[in-house]
């Protein structure tokens, strides 16, 4: 099957990522099967989208994964409606691979009933959370990860069974969804995937004469992926965008309705063209054990280290004074030649992070806010420190801090340059300011890389 609407010009698919990690992940989705995508940090007018003529999927970069449903009900409304305006054939809520949410934070329930204020006509919502490429699977509604070569429940995978703030006790999706408020739930299964494209439409159609709310979509190989594609193709039956929830899985599904396959990506223009570089600033926020290890890996391959405490940040609220000492030390280890990493925490073991929680109960803040307080910490540190000594290349890891800290950086729009790790590219990055203009920038998720991933970055 194939829509050539491509050929038009015409937008295909917009989405909002609920993290910003998440988002450039499926821009690398998107763009490895050949949809040119621009991520935004702003859902972009005609103004800003004439900058990028011949762009074929829009990506605004949210952090609703974060958000208290009041706080969703208010964000995301008019995003929605914007993304609608686009006139794209589908509107994406990107969420993660992992399901990362909960009845307080990131309510993907929440999300199924926001959207149908906006997208009246459609009675029901595809909720795709497979990602193959990135070996996250589902499983007769039950979601696995793959880490360090094993595939493990979702209620049983190391980390997010253990998620600081999001941690995940059930594997079947529909009933973490109806957890959070949802209302009836389907599944096309495995089995049903296997049969032809008639067979499946059929049995959706069984399914949808019980009404449900929403319905999710197993997939654990390529060929699932590109028939759920065909489904979400057929059901779209009007001239109205199709609503979708799910993980960068809807860019391969999407691309297979288009015709396209999994190609190299190939940049669009000389803007997004790699440079090599001699150093490397890296800011983390991630408690994850993948982190952890790529983490201490650079730590003993040269690469210089500064600890950065929540005590520390919150105590310098009022002053500029340990800002700039961190700054001032980064800048210093930047002018005498090193690749330098500033990290909050070693893993989810680190005793700073039960330090870290207690002190936000103690200020009378949610233990959430962390993400909040440290990225924009990072964030701002991080433009200070390229502004002054010109590094051209920053990694950002952890979702919650990728959502803040990339506020911070002064940048309006980001556009692949080329893969590192599935889930984790190298952007080539847009502002005004034209000592952040054409900053590189990898955006990467706590569970995403080798051990070895920013040395990978550094040596590209």
């Not at 529909?174 to 957890?179: D, K, M, N, S, T």
């Not at 495995?190 to 049995?203: M, R, S, Y």
């Amino acid at each position: 099957m194939r829509d050539d609407s491509i050929e038009s010009g015409k937008i295909v698919l917009s989405f909002y990522g609920d993290d910003f990690t998440g988002s450039t992940d499926a821009m690398e989705s998107l763009t490895v099967h050949g949809l040119r995508t621009v991520l935004f940090l702003d859902v972009p007018d005609r103004a800003v989208l004439a900058r990028f003529p011949g762009i074929q999927c829009v990506g605004v970069a949210g952090n609703s994964r974060v958000m208290n449903p009041s706080q969703m009900e208010r964000e995301l409304p008019s995003i929605f409606r914007a993304l609608r305006e686009l006139g794209s054939d589908y509107v994406h809520y990107k969420v993660c691979s992992t399901f990362d949410s909960s009845v307080e934070i990131g309510n993907i329930a929440t999300v199924l009933r926001i959207s149908q204020d906006t997208f009246k006509q459609q009675s029901w919502t595809p909720v795709f959370v497979a990602s193959p490429d990135l070996q996250r699977y589902t499983v007769f509604g039950n979601h696995y990860a793959a880490m360090r070569g094993d595939v493990y429940r979702l209620d049983r995978h190391p980390t997010m069974s253990r998620h600081p703030i999001t941690p995940m006790h059930e594997a079947d999706l529909r009933l973490v969804l109806q957890q959070q408020g949802a209302g009836a739930v389907e599944l096309i299964d495995v089995l049903h995937l296997n049969g032809t494209q008639a067979e499946v439409w059929d049995i959706l159609q069984r399914k949808l004469a019980n009404q449900p709310e929403a319905v999710v979509f197993d997939a654990l190989t390529k060929e699932h992926v590109q028939q759920v594609g065909a489904v979400l193709a057929r059901a779209r039956q009007t001239d109205e965008p199709m609503f979708i929830v799910g993980s960068s899985g809807i860019g391969h599904a999407i691309s297979a309705i288009h015709g396209h396959s999994h190609t190299a990506p190939k940049a669009a223009d000389k803007d997004v063209e790699m440079h090599k570089v001699d150093q490397l600033l890296v800011v983390s926020g991630s408690c994850s054990p993948v982190t952890q290890q790529q983490l201490q890996w650079a730590l003993n391959h040269g690469f210089e280290g500064i600890h950065l405490s929540l005590q520390a940040v919150m105590d310098e609220t009022d002053s500029k004074a340990g800002l700039q000492d961190i700054v001032k030390r980064a800048c210093d280890a930047v002018r005498h030649g090193k690749s330098l990493i500033i990290y909050t925490a070693l893993g989810p073991d680190d005793p700073s992070i039960q330090e870290n929680q207690r002190q936000m109960i103690d200020s009378g803040l949610q233990i959430s806010d962390s993400g909040r307080i440290l990225g924009s910490y990072l964030g701002e540190v991080s433009r200070q420190v390229i502004q002054e000594t010109g590094i051209r290349r920053l990694v950002i890891s952890g979702g919650d801090t990728s959502s803040y800290a990339t506020r911070q950086l002064g940048i309006y729009a980001m556009e692949m340059i080329t893969s590192i790790s599935p889930g984790a590219p190298l952007c080539r990055c847009y502002s005004d300011d034209v000592r952040i203009d054409g900053l590189e920038l990898a955006l990467k998720g706590g569970q995403f890389g080798g051990e070895d991933y920013f040395m990978q970055v550094l040596n590209l």
